[in-house]
Every structure is written in structure tokens, then in C-alpha cells.
């Protein structure tokens, strides 16, 4: 049994209406802090007013970028039931990563603990209405003051909540994506398979520029330049008319929990899902010979998000004539089915508040 201290806030924040949220503009009441130090292990598990934590000038999270962190989502069901999509799968991924980072990863009970606590505190932040949930960000970070480049002995682990919306601000409408030819997001070996902050960092000027021009997300090449990994904040899946194919997990992609929620649909229903290596002349050809019938992202925040443009070396590739396809409607509508439990949950991704 991990113990929790709660402290509840003395001045609840109003609640913005749904059609405000957006996405990550707003946080809960509350927040859930616990420490972990070298040689002593974990403590002060604690949930406070959301607000600022102190923090040593010289702690390792601001000088060598000792930061990993998860998003998930909690949502209200139609039964007024408060559940989680797939928990586990975010544990096992900031595990994972929490290795690679040389941080301390909190055991399952403390994260399970801490997220269920959080949330029972803060349920009236769960936004009803399409679109909407409570989006969950746990985080990781190396808080030990010192200089020299070596594992921070000291790890903060962060909850807070945030109710978001849709993610993209147009409502669903597929995006516009642009192809990155100058800059990469991750190399073989390096963070790309986990959720280290350093991957966005890594990202922030291209996403930007990509962004004043027009377009929603950067589509990520390898570093060969033709291999295709990720979308900004999404994997990504192309139908063509023989085959569903999402980039296999090379260790420079994040393994989403949705892609792999994704490829557990496709395979259910024996659509013909593969993982494997695309390239950009293979989709080139797909949008000329209208091989390629749909492209869509996956990721927590947008769920499957349609890509209707894909803008490669001076041309603007139009897919399914920039409208939802009939795949990734049905997908979107199988998997938020499944997450408001107006769908039954054959898979085993829903865990209820307990
Ligand atoms: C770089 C990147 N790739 C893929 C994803 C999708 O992952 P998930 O489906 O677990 O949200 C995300 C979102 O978190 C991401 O930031």
C-alpha cells in the first residue's frame, strides 16, 4: 500500500467550458509529486495544489535534459464510470525509457497509486462532450544539483491533468503535413524510441517553421532521407490498396500505444496490417498511380488524425482528395466507441478508476 499525503487546495479553479479547451491550456487543482533518492528509494508521496516546485538551479533536468514523461487519457463513460485507455502500456513504456534516461522509474504500485489518486481528487476536470478528456501527463525528471555529466541521483516523478479537447484546434479535419528534408528528429541509437523531452527539443524548429507555413505536423524521414518514421507527435499508417503498412519500430520511432491499438483492430479484423520499412518514392508512387487510398496518424492526443496533404520536395501530394477515408473513420469511431464504453472493450485497454 503506498501512502499518499493529500492537501486540497483552498481555491478551486473554475472549469472552462468544453468548446474552450483546446489542448494543454489548462491545468487541474491538483497535482501528485513523489522522490526518489539514491540509497533511500522513494518518498514524500504527496498530492498538493497544482503550482510551482521548487527546484536546485543546478539540477540535472536543466543542464543535460533528464526528462521523460507519458500522456494517456482518462475519460467520463456514458455511464458516468471514470476510466483510463491502456495505463499499463504507458508504465511499461516510461520503464523503458526511465532506462535509457539513467532515471529512476516509480514501481507499477506507486504510478498506478498516484495516477487513480489524482484523478479521484480531480474528477470534476474530466470535460464531457466529444472530443474531450482529461488528458494525463506523468513525468520523470533528474533533479539532483550538481555540474558534470554523470546520472542524476535524485528523481522527481510528476502527475498533473490537464481536460483537453481536440488537439489539431480545426475541429477533425484532416491535416497538412510537411516532409523534413533538413533536419532529423532521432538517430539509430540515439532517444527516439523513448519519450525523452530532448526528442521535442530536437524538433521544436522544424515543427515551428512547419507550422508558420500552413502545416499541422512534420513528417520525419530517416536518417537516410527516404525511410519514413513518425509524424511530429503521431505514427503514421498508409492504405494502399493491397496493404496497410505503419513504419516498424527501428529503435529511432516511439512505439504509441495507440499504433499498437491500431495494428490489434487492423489484425482483428484481418485487414492485411504490416510493419516494415516505407519510403517516400514508395508513397510518391502510391499518390501518382492512386495506389494509396488513405494516410492517417495515431497518437493519444488526436486519437487517428486523417492526413489530407503531404507536402514532399516542392509538390503538395493530395490524398483520398483531403477527406476522411472510410478506414480511418471507422477506426476513430471504433476506438472513442470503445474508450466512452459505448462499445464493448474486447481488448482489454479500459481500467476503471478504482
Ligand atoms: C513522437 C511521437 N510519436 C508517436 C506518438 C504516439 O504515441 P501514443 O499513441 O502512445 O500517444 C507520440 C505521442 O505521444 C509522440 O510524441
Redesign the pocket.
Known amino acids: 500500500m503506498i501512502k499518499i499525503t493529500t492537501t486540497l487546495t483552498k481555491t478551486p479553479k473554475e472549469m472552462p467550458p468544453a468548446s474552450k479547451l483546446g489542448f494543454g491550456n489548462y491545468f487541474s487543482d491538483h497535482m501528485f509529486l513523489a522522490k526518489f533518492v539514491e540509497g533511500q528509494g522513494w518518498s514524500d508521496s504527496q498530492i498538493l495544489p497544482y503550482g510551482p516546485i521548487p527546484m536546485d538551479p543546478a539540477a540535472a533536468v536543466f543542464h543535460y535534459g533528464q526528462a521523460l514523461f507519458e ?2 487519457k482518462a475519460f467520463r463513460q456514458e455511464n458516468g464510470q471514470v476510466v483510463f485507455f491502456r495505463p499499463e ?2 508504465y511499461h ?1 516510461m520503464k523503458e525509457g526511465a532506462e535509457r534516461m539513467c532515471l529512476e522509474a516509480p514501481p507499477l504500485d506507486l504510478f498506478m497509486s498516484g495516477l487513480h489518486e489524482l484523478v479521484k481528487v480531480d474528477q470534476r476536470w474530466i470535460p464531457q462532450g466529444p472530443n474531450t478528456a482529461l488528458y494525463v501527463r506523468p513525468t520523470l525528471i533528474g533533479t539532483e544539483g550538481f555540474l558534470g555529466v554523470r546520472p542524476s541521483k535524485e528523481t522527481l516523478f510528476m502527475i498533473i491533468l490537464s481536460p483537453v479537447g481536440s488537439y489539431y484546434g480545426e475541429g477533425n479535419k484532416p491535416i497538412n503535413i510537411w516532409t523534413e528534408e533538413n533536419y532529423i ?1 532521432a538517430a539509430p541509437g540515439g532517444l527516439g524510441a523513448v ?1 525523452a523531452g530532448a ?2 527539443a530536437a ?1 521544436l524548429k522544424p515543427a515551428w517553421e512547419a507550422k508558420k507555413n500552413g502545416y499541422a505536423q512534420v513528417l520525419w524521414l530517416n536518417v537516410d532521407q527516404q525511410g519514413i518514421e ?6 503514421i499508417f498508409f492504405v494502399f490498396k493491397n496493404e496497410i503498412v505503419t513504419p516498424a519500430l527501428n529503435g529511432s ?9 491500431i495494428i490489434q483492430l487492423l489484425k482483428s479484423k484481418n485487414l492485411p496490417i504490416v510493419e516494415r520499412r516505407i519510403t517516400m518514392t514508395e508513397v510518391l508512387k502510391g499518390v501518382q498511380s492512386k495506389n494509396l487510398l488513405e494516410a492517417f496518424g ?4 488526436a486519437v487517428i488524425s486523417p492526413i489530407g496533404g503531404l507536402h514532399y520536395r516542392n509538390q503538395n501530394l493530395v490524398i483520398n482528395e483531403g477527406e476522411w477515408g472510410q478506414l480511418s473513420t471507422d477506426l476513430y469511431k471504433e476506438i472513442t466507441s470503445i474508450q466512452s464504453g459505448a462499445m464493448p472493450d474486447q481488448f482489454n485497454w479500459i481500467t476503471a478508476l478504482k
Do not use: P, Q, V
Not at 513518425?230 to 505514427?235: D, K
Open positions: 500522456g494517456m502500456f504507458n513504456r528528429r519519450k526528442n521535442y524538433s513518425e509524424a511530429g507527435t503521431m505514427n520511432i516511439l512505439g504509441g500505444g495507440t499504433r499498437d491499438a495515431t497518437g493519444t492526443a
